[in-house]
């Protein structure tokens, strides 16, 4: 019953998939598709369509069972590097290791699974938007049907406040607005028609059409439904949302190769390792056997994975007190590394609630300030405040505004919320600014008649009398056709004076230049025993009193986020299904690059990829796109080598969300298939909030980096030791299980330490990295050989000292243990500031965490040091206090050393960039 329809297009029943109904005539789509408008199909012929084109819902995808998707978790290559490590460590009868490896395992295939199951619900959302319900006509009859119920060729009613069951061709329209923001990212209702638009017409443009899924705000309009399930403009993202392959993380790309190397080198080592001392060192094979597996657990960071987990999870909370809900771990590097965000413009850098900014009178501009629905603001002329009492023509306009309006203002609690057309809404507060107190106007002008708006006329009109025995016509409409009704025009300090249309019509041009939806507003006086409005008493006799301009404002806090961004090295990009003059007047407000340029979808149609790639390098603004238009934007950026963070709302910005390496969704008024698409989602819809979570994104990314840059050097200089004893003959430093034991109590927890380190001074004055950049680079590998070198000296130092002055072989090497305990706790010192001195009050104060986790392996390490039990189990003697002073001077030499080499590296690197 799911099969989509595929009857050829010459079948007179069954519509064409690539037919473009709003390039036809109603007629003509009726006769296509074989229904008489009064009577709707049969009954008979519903089944036999139902039958072709199958139930009017959204099929869902064959996923893989639970227990295969849980097993996928452990497909991975350093899962079996620590599966591994576990079944050495088991051998070793190692138990506590080998528990923590397999905690380590276990807990990352739960949050993998759980994370996957829902980035699957995205699809569901979608599948959930479609309506409920139905009202159409069948056999002559009306009915109310489940909307799942619906075929091509049914005869749908559209009432305000109807969710749109299918798409459908417009057949009759009255005053008809749908709210269509979640396929095209308009703020306003799109006002409907029937009349066929060109072929070329984009989603937003196609006025006879009505698309599954939205809302009728107001009005009411009859259909003829043209497409079903996923032939509708909602099935067809649902496909293209199913078809996007979401990316895997640069962290999680550059991990796995680094698993897959590490992985290779340590087992390559130690084969050589095992043959040499077998065949050429003549040790024992068992013998030399448990030194290389200890040698090879040494050289695995299998505390890794969890410290890594932690990180991410520190961040998830941190994201959340700003106000970032994480929905998948890696996103959060993810975001700390992106070059660009793209994203929507309404209600998301806009707060998608009109606006009136501008109001033009004979012979005056005025400006005008507030924030959203609130009725409260300042009229401002030439940049200046104004008292509107001494513009008289203001309150009349005030008073247009709100008589002629069919909203209303409502607060609820702190906010202000809208019944109605939010640009009437709009209107209404502009009459508060303008000192007019509507509820009072309405009452002391009752409406007697009216001329309700049609997109045919273009103009409403009402008539209002007064307690006076005074009556009044207000009009309110489209500049064009409200000029053409007018012979006079009111000046700004109330004379009526003749009507000057060139002046009217520049003004108007100026102000949709702006990106403004502009309104003109008339009147005309009539007798009080005029008590019918009829066209006529329009036309011709209005007196203009001025325009209005609407515009969905930008937040105010967009403009410093923005700023931030720049700084940051993240460029800005808005793609957005609005118009591109509203599109480029909202990018100069909030300070977007090169505001001035803008590609619409048509002009993206007619680019190549290449041609594109390129214009991506300098345009900033793209109007009037279609889902696929943000998808390909989307992949173009990433082809250019850039890390794309997508932010959006609508359902027509899930495929790019879900495709974006970092997808953000509005938490507020974002669509629910929009967050089941996105990584993370925003609790307050507020842009800058983007810009925090970056911060935490950037600051997550240096902790990981910390916990790779102090873990790697150490495993490598433990590793070291036990090389350079099998290749050069010498008595071993410390043995296997020492070796594990330092595993086990520092890798863990002196490693969690730097996953709470905070945020450094410099991170958002920081360029982004490359979407290439190695996550082991070259100062690391030099940094590894550095401290490495250095801990073979500090180990083999002391240990030869030990000796010679006398002390017994298990004193040396517990006096080793120490020092490579000691050093491990200085290097963590070190690391915590990367890209500045380590050498400052802040960073030698540590944190609560690095403090704890110090005293825990202090513990720990005066335990296996001086407590009888555990010195039998580590072949340990107790450490003279003398010796245990000179461990530290080993540890503050080794911090000297290397914080001298960051310096100089530091000044050198500064200097290359000076010119």
């Not at 012979?363 to 005008?368: G, I, Q, W």
């Not at 507030?370 to 001494?390: E, F, R, W």
């Amino acid at each position: 019953m799911n099969r989509p329809s595929n009857i050829p297009a010459a079948h007179p029943t069954t519509p064409s998939q690539s037919l473009a109904w709003y390039t036809l005539p109603a007629e003509q789509a009726l006769k296509h598709l074989g229904v008489d408008e009064q009577a709707g199909l049969d009954i008979a012929e519903v089944q036999a369509r139902l039958e072709r084109t199958g139930f009017n819902r959204l099929s869902a995808s064959a996923r893989r069972p639970a227990w295969r998707r849980f097993l996928l978790q452990f497909h991975n290559i350093l899962i079996y590097v620590l599966l591994g490590s576990a079944a050495i460590t088991a051998t070793l009868q190692h138990l506590w290791d080998t528990v923590v490896i397999l905690a380590v395992v276990v807990a990352n295939a739960i949050i993998g699974y759980v994370q996957e199951g829902k980035a699957e619900q995205a699809m569901d959302a979608i599948r959930n938007m479609l309506a409920p319900r139905a009202t159409v006509i069948r056999a002559g009859e009306r009915l109310g049907i489940a909307g799942e119920e619906l075929v091509p060729g049914d005869i749908v009613l559209l009432e305000a406040g109807d969710k749109v069951p299918a798409d459908l061709r417009l057949l009759h329209a009255n005053r008809l607005q749908v709210q269509e923001a979640i396929l095209t990212g308009e703020s306003a209702p799109a006002e409907k028609n029937t009349e066929p638009v060109r072929i070329e017409a984009a989603l937003g443009d196609r006025a006879c059409m009505a698309f599954s899924g939205t809302l009728v705000t107001c009005g009411q309009a009859t259909g003829v439904v043209v497409a079903t399930a996923t032939s509708t403009e909602i099935g067809r993202i649902s496909n293209l949302l199913s078809a996007v392959e979401p990316l895997t993380t640069p962290l999680i790309q550059q991990m796995d190769v680094f698993a897959r190397w590490l992985t290779l080198l340590i087992l390559l080592i130690a084969g050589l390792l095992l043959a040499y001392g077998h065949f050429v060192g003549h040790y024992v094979f068992t013998e030399i056997f448990m030194v290389v597996v200890g040698m090879s657990v040494a050289a695995i960071p299998e505390g890794l994975p969890a410290v890594l987990t932690i990180t991410l999870a520190v961040g998830v909370r941190a994201m959340a007190h700003r106000n970032a809900i994480v929905r998948r771990l890696p996103a959060i590097e993810t975001l700390g590394s992106v070059s660009v965000i793209c994203t929507d413009k309404t209600g998301t850098l806009t707060r998608n609630e009109m606006m009136v900014a501008s109001v033009v009178t004979s012979d005056l501009t005025f400006t005008v300030d507030g924030v959203g629905y609130q009725p409260s603001g300042n009229m401002n002329l030439a940049d200046q405040l104004i008292d509107t009492s001494h513009h008289p023509v203001l309150a009349e306009l005030g008073r247009a505004t709100s008589l002629c309006n069919d909203a209303s203002l409502r607060q609820h609690e702190d906010t202000w919320k809208v019944e109605g057309d939010p640009m009437e809404g709009a209107l209404l507060v502009f009459c508060a600014k303008a000192g007019i107190n509507g509820e009072e106007e309405r009452g002391t002008w009752p409406r007697t008649d009216a001329i309700p708006f049609d997109a045919k006329h273009r103009f409403m009109a009402t008539l209002h009398h007064n307690h006076d025995r005074q009556a009044a016509i207000y009009v309110k409409g489209a500049p064009e056709q409200i000029l053409t009704m007018c012979t006079r025009q009111r000046s700004s300090l109330g004379a009526t004076v003749p009507l000057d249309a060139d002046y009217w019509h520049a003004q108007a041009n100026a102000i949709a230049g702006k990106g403004q939806r502009v309104l003109a507003l008339a009147v005309r006086s009539v007798p009080p025993e005029h008590t019918i409005l009829e066209f006529a008493d329009v036309q011709g006799t209005l007196t203009l009193l001025g325009l209005v301009g609407m515009i969905d404002p930008p937040r105010p806090e967009t403009i410093q986020a923005i700023q931030q961004c720049q700084a940051a090295g993240i460029v800005v990009k808005m793609i957005t299904g609005d118009h591109a003059g509203t599109a480029c007047a909202i990018g100069e407000q909030i300070g977007l690059d090169n505001p001035d340029k803008v590609l619409t979808g048509n002009d993206l149609d007619a680019m190549n990829d290449a041609t594109l790639r390129e214009s991506l390098k300098q345009v900033n603004i793209f109007a009037r796109t279609s889902p696929e238009h943000k998808l390909r934007l989307v992949t173009l950026l990433q082809l250019n080598g850039m890390t794309v963070a997508m932010t959006g709302d609508g359902v027509n910005d899930a495929p790019a969300l879900k495709r974006a390496d970092a997808g953000i969704a509005m938490g507020g008024k974002g669509s629910e298939a929009a967050k089941e698409a996105a990584d993370l989602v925003l609790a307050d819809d507020n842009f800058a909030s983007i810009v925090a979570a970056v911060r935490e994104g950037r600051t997550v990314y240096d902790n990981i980096k910390k916990v790779l840059s102090w873990t790697l050097p150490t495993n490598a200089g433990e590793t070291m030791t036990l090389i350079v004893a099998l290749l050069f003959g010498l008595t071993l430093p410390v043995t296997a299980i020492q070796i594990l034991w330092i595993n086990l109590i520092t890798a863990i927890t002196l490693g969690i330490a730097l996953a709470f380190e905070p945020t450094e001074d410099n991170t958002m004055r920081r360029p982004p990295r490359s979407r290439q950049a190695p996550l082991i680079s070259g100062a690391l590998v030099w940094h590894m050989v550095l401290v490495s070198i250095l801990f073979l000296c500090g180990v083999y130092g002391i240990f030869t000292y030990a000796l010679d002055r006398g002390y017994a072989i298990e004193l040396a090497r517990t006096l080793a243990v120490n020092t490579l305990v000691v050093m491990e706790i200085f290097h963590l010192f070190f690391i915590r500031n990367l890209y500045g001195t380590s050498l400052t009050w802040k960073g030698l104060r540590g944190t609560k965490v690095v403090w704890a986790t110090i005293a825990v392996v202090t513990v720990a390490q005066f335990a296996i040091t001086y407590a009888p039990p555990l010195q039998a189990v580590f072949a340990t003697q107790a450490v003279p206090f003398k010796d245990g002073l000179l461990i530290i001077a080993v540890g503050i030499a080794l911090f000297a050393i290397i914080e001298i080499e960051k310096q100089l590296r530091l000044r050198l690197t500064e200097s290359d960039r000076q010119p």
